[in-house]
């Protein structure tokens, strides 16, 4: 009986912290609306309620490609009353300044926000801000194109309100230097055996194969998937957590050096 009650103390823990945030970039007036809206569907059928990275003012060109629509503040307004967790990404997606692998998490490539000024990148997020508050769009968390952001993006941040970034290495979220990260490590949808992490999903790559083999790992996985809040709630600073932090970039930044040597 002691046995039996062990392992059942076991398997819940690991069932309460093993789970998978869906985060997705991109989401603008214009994108695949075609595609949005079968994942908005699936979501609702099972509940779901994922994390969508808004770009304010939207000047992609690539995703300017894309059908427009009209009244997408309205929509976003809509998906947060799900409880869907709407976020700040970024201002207007265009990437101008190269990180050369500075940037805080080592992703490299071009950035948005990495090596301008702190008065430039609170410029900017003020921007961002005022166009949400314009909409009616509480925002709390943020994550920035591309993954790249440098010491003066988190002061930014910091000083619009803004302290819950998605982003950033380990198993766990974690709390550090005034800003509450939660994980994104892998660009698949990968869920661990254990541990939170946010996945990251940009539909607009997509076609209706991708969309189609979401839906099926949606199937199989629905039960794993979790809310912002949830993930929050996991948030764990002990020293456990912060081995398995840096053990967790430590080989991701390896694996991800051997990949571009190949």
């Not at 166009?131 to 920035?144: D, G, H, Q, T, Y």
Request: hydrophobic share 35%; proline share 3%; aromatic share 20%.
């Amino acid at each position: 009986m002691i046995y039996y009650n062990l392992v059942q103390e076991f398997m819940n823990f690991f069932k309460q912290n093993t789970g998978l945030l869906l985060r997705f970039d991109d989401i603008a007036p214009n994108m695949n609306w075609e595609l949005m809206n079968k994942c908005e569907k699936l979501f609702l059928e099972y509940n779901i309620k994922p994390v969508l990275g808004v770009i304010p003012n939207n000047e992609d060109e690539l995703l300017l490609s894309f059908p427009f629509k009209k009244n997408f503040w309205e929509k976003v307004n809509q998906w947060q009353s799900y409880g869907w967790e709407i976020a700040i990404h970024g201002y207007n997606h265009k990437y101008i300044s190269n990180t050369k692998k500075k940037d805080y998490f080592s992703y490299g490539g071009k950035s948005e926000f990495f090596g301008y000024s702190l008065e430039d990148q609170i410029s900017k997020l003020k921007k961002s801000c005022k166009i949400f508050r314009k909409n009616n769009i509480k925002v709390r968390s943020f994550f920035a194109p591309n993954h790249t952001y440098d010491s003066n993006t988190f002061k930014a941040l910091k000083s619009v309100g803004i302290t819950q970034v998605i982003d950033g290495y380990g198993l766990f979220p974690y709390f550090e230097s005034g800003i509450n990260f939660i994980p994104q490590l892998f660009y698949k949808n990968v869920i661990l055996p254990f541990g939170i992490q946010a996945t990251q999903i940009h539909l607009n790559t997509w076609d209706n194969k991708d969309f189609e083999n979401f839906e099926k790992f949606i199937n199989k996985n629905r039960k794993k998937i979790i809310s912002y809040d949830y993930a929050l709630s996991k948030t764990k600073n002990d020293f456990k957590s912060f081995v398995l932090r840096f053990s967790t970039e430590y080989f991701l930044r390896f694996f991800r050096s051997l990949r571009l040597k190949s």
